[in-house]
């Protein structure tokens, strides 16, 4: 008898079940990492490597042209709850109206230059991700002063703000793992690890840019 795939939350929600993307559109935050650096191009390989496993069926790879860290998560138009939105607009706000609202309030919060973070480890607790943290107390101070101050201006502060996790996504589940899997993918990011913590000790970031985006690919 024929077993049908265990299909994660992200299927229906931010991809298809083939693992094309769906719209899933809003604004964000973010440094985009460049493919062809040092952490770029590791996570590139990391990325086959999953690819080539035998559960790598079960995951979306995220395009390396779209490699980045997010500063700090504005609005998705499926996302409409109050912790998830900003206070100064309307839940049910059209999404080109939050493209106006942000292009009005963000642009003229300094954005940041010299920031420097690096890999801390690979999480896979839903999805995959590199963790990251600041690398000197002066990163860490900017990113916090800068996150306020989107705060203050936009009127967005999740839940987590002051807790939120800097990574780099590079894949998203579409069918969840059996056991045996799971002792595997754990396996796979522990071999890994090394190599995407040494090729991540120091990424010099470009400064955060106001982004709007149509679906986790672009």
Same mark, same amino acid.
């Given at each position: 008898?024929?077993?049908?795939?265990?299909?994660?939350?992200?299927?229906?929600?931010?991809?298809?079940? *083939?693992?094309?993307?769906?719209?899933?559109?809003? #604004? $964000?935050?973010?440094? +985009?990492?460049?493919? %062809?650096? &040092? !952490?770029? %191009?590791?996570?590139?390989?990391?990325?086959?490597?999953?690819?080539?496993?035998?559960?790598?069926?079960?995951?979306?790879?995220?395009?390396?042209?779209?490699?980045?860290?997010?500063?700090?998560?504005?609005?998705? *138009?499926?996302?409409?709850?109050?912790?998830?939105? &900003?206070?100064?607009?309307?839940? *049910?706000?059209?999404?080109? %109206?939050? =493209?106006? +609202?942000?292009?009005?309030?963000?642009?003229?919060?300094?954005?940041?230059?010299?920031?420097?973070?690096?890999?801390?480890?690979?999480?896979?607790?839903?999805? @995959?991700?590199?963790?990251?943290?600041?690398?000197? /107390?002066?990163?860490?101070?900017?990113?916090? =002063?800068?996150?306020?101050?989107?705060?203050?201006?936009?009127?967005?502060?999740?839940? /987590?703000? /002051?807790?939120?996790?800097?990574? !780099?996504?590079?894949?998203?589940? @579409? !069918? %969840?793992? /059996?056991?045996?899997?799971?002792?595997? @993918?754990?396996?796979?990011?522990?071999?890994?690890?090394?190599?995407?913590?040494?090729?991540?000790?120091? !990424?010099?970031?470009?400064?955060?840019?106001? $982004?709007?985006? =149509? #679906?986790?690919?672009?």
């Amino acid at each position: 008898m024929m077993t049908m795939p265990r299909y994660t939350r992200e299927v229906g929600r931010k991809f298809h079940p *083939d693992g094309t993307p769906r719209q899933f559109p809003g #604004n $964000t935050i973010i440094c +985009f990492v460049e493919p %062809a650096s &040092s !952490i770029g %191009a590791t996570a590139q390989g990391f990325q086959q490597a999953l690819g080539a496993a035998p559960f790598g069926r079960k995951f979306a790879l995220l395009p390396p042209s779209s490699f980045h860290m997010t500063v700090m998560e504005l609005l998705c *138009d499926e996302v409409r709850s109050p912790e998830r939105w &900003s206070a100064l607009l309307p839940l *049910d706000a059209p999404l080109p %109206a939050t =493209d106006a +609202f942000f292009l009005e309030r963000v642009l003229p919060v300094a954005a940041p230059a010299g920031l420097t973070v690096r890999v801390t480890g690979v999480a896979h607790p839903d999805n @995959l991700w590199l963790t990251l943290e600041p690398a000197g /107390d002066q990163t860490a101070a900017t990113l916090r =002063d800068y996150r306020e101050a989107v705060a203050a201006a936009t009127g967005v502060r999740f839940p /987590d703000h /002051d807790r939120y996790r800097f990574h !780099i996504s590079l894949a998203y589940r @579409l !069918i %969840a793992l /059996d056991a045996d899997e799971e002792l595997a @993918l754990a396996a796979l990011a522990q071999s890994w690890r090394p190599q995407l913590r040494a090729a991540g000790a120091s !990424i010099a970031l470009p400064p955060p840019v106001l $982004t709007g985006f =149509d #679906n986790m690919f672009r």
